[in-house]
């Protein structure tokens, strides 16, 4: 019981008390009466001045109360927050978070590492520095669309290839997930950028590969076909020859210039079909490399000389620029002599629409000092047709040709054996006029695999 009531108790008791006895009341009143009831009026006062206290204290309770949720509140987003930043430390990939204005509000230390920024130099900025200039415009209405969107996760660009830019400069291809956060400070969306370099690489090895076993499947059916041909045409196309040769040195004796003539138009077609057969069966035995050491000088002059009857019947001008003290070469000199030559043939036969005597072929080499191991450059560049647009990789296919009596596996036969030596080789147009054949082959010794020990020779084109 309270104080205040207490004393009141005590008091009505008293006078109950006198009531009842009013024979002691004379005793007790009046002087006591008097100062009890001085004590009663204070206790009463004493009553209401608690009263107000225990209204005040009441309020202070709730107060507390409040305090005491929202303290709770708080602490159970600290939580959740260190429990995010802990998962988003240790998440594989870069995650970034965007606010309403498209500043990055937090990133993880996989953005650091993606980005070569600090997290320092990240937050705080527009998320549009980290795209490549030619989409910064794009991207800030392509965000505002997302984030007015409805709540919803998804993959950013779908079919399309994505990059960022790095603090460098340098671009990486990535995937990016986007997750929209509704959080007390508005919405926020987060993405999840991955770095697909290696992805992308690994795929492009598996397209090589399957390109590859594309064309050795395609090669062992020529090859058969190849076979059959040789086995079955050769003979008797030797047999046609060597009668065709011996009446033709028998001129005058059995037949009139008329006959004369048809002989020697047959013996020419008779020689055309042999050298289809002998593209087709060079095309289609890809025999193993028979390496040495050789100086690419010789080689490119040695071919030179396989092709001076097509030079003179055209009247080209074969001119040389060797570069002094190249590396030798370990190469197969048959088969790189092959290649030199068709491309030689190649180079004399696009100047067919040129005026007589105004064909030129102009060889050239050079040492290319490259990452890894050096390598020769040889260019073979003419002012024939020059080669369409878009059609540079077509030329290689076997088969491919604009010529009206050319088989088609002259490049063919380039590019397998540029690629048996791990080199590239590539044709485009020069300049104005012309076409400008380019092999690059490695220097050192050829071991290993068929694959190139470089990417593109078009890289390195000046
Ligand atoms: N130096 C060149 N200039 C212009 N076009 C060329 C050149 N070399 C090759 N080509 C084009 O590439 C095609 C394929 O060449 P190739 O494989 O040697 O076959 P072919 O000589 O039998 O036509 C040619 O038909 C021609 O259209
Ligand atoms: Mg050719």
Known sequence: MKKADLAEHTLTALQEAAERRPGAAPEIAPALLKELNAVLADLQATRAELHEKDQALSA?????????????????????????????????????????????VFANAQSEALFGYRRDELMGRPIEMLLPKAHQGKHV??????????????????????????????????????????????????????????????????????????????????????????????????????????????????????????????????????????????YSRESPLKPEWLE???????????V??????RGARVTTHYQSGLPTLHCDGDKLRQVFSNLLVNAVQATEGIGDGAAEVHISTHLELGTDRPRIRVEIRDNGCGVEAGQEEKLFEPFYTTRAKGTGLGLAIVGSVVRQHHGKVHL???????????????????????????????????
Do not use: W
């Open 308 to 313: 001076q009857k097509t030079v003179a019947e």
């Open 60 to 104: 202070v309770h709730v107060e507390l109360d409040r305090q005491r949720e929202r303290c709770s509140e708080y602490a159970e987003r600290l939580r959740t927050h260190e429990h995010f930043r802990i998962t988003a430390e240790s998440a594989p990939c870069a995650l970034l978070m965007v606010n309403q204005a498209g500043e990055i």
């Open 141 to 282: 209405g392509q965000r505002a669309n997302f984030l007015s969107g409805p709540h919803a996760a998804r993959h950013m660009g779908a079919g399309r290839d994505l990059c960022c830019v790095r603090k460098d400069g340098s671009e990486c291809p990535v995937e990016i997930g986007l997750t929209q956060i509704e959080t007390a400070e508005g919405r926020l969306v987060l993405s999840s950028i991955v770095d697909i370099t290696e992805r992308r690489r690994l795929e492009r090895q598996l397209e090589d590969r399957n390109c590859e076993i594309a064309r050795t499947q395609a090669l062992a059916v020529v090859g058969r076909m190849a076979n059959m041909v040789a086995h079955d045409l050769r003979n008797p196309l030797s047999s046609i020859k060597m009668g065709l040769q011996i009446l033709g040195k028998e001129p005058a004796l059995h037949s009139g210039a008329e006959e004369q003539e048809l002989k020697q138009i047959a013996l020419e077609q008779v020689r055309y079909m042999e050298g289809i057969l002998v593209d087709l069966l060079d």
């Open 296 to 306: 690419i000088d010789k080689l490119l002059d040695a071919a030179t000389l396989i």
């Open 428 to 462: 485009a147009s020069a300049g104005k006029r012309g076409t400008r054949a380019v092999v690059v082959l490695p220097t050192g010794p050829i071991v290993g695999s068929r694959e190139s020990d470089f990417t593109d020779t078009r890289e390195e084109d000046h």
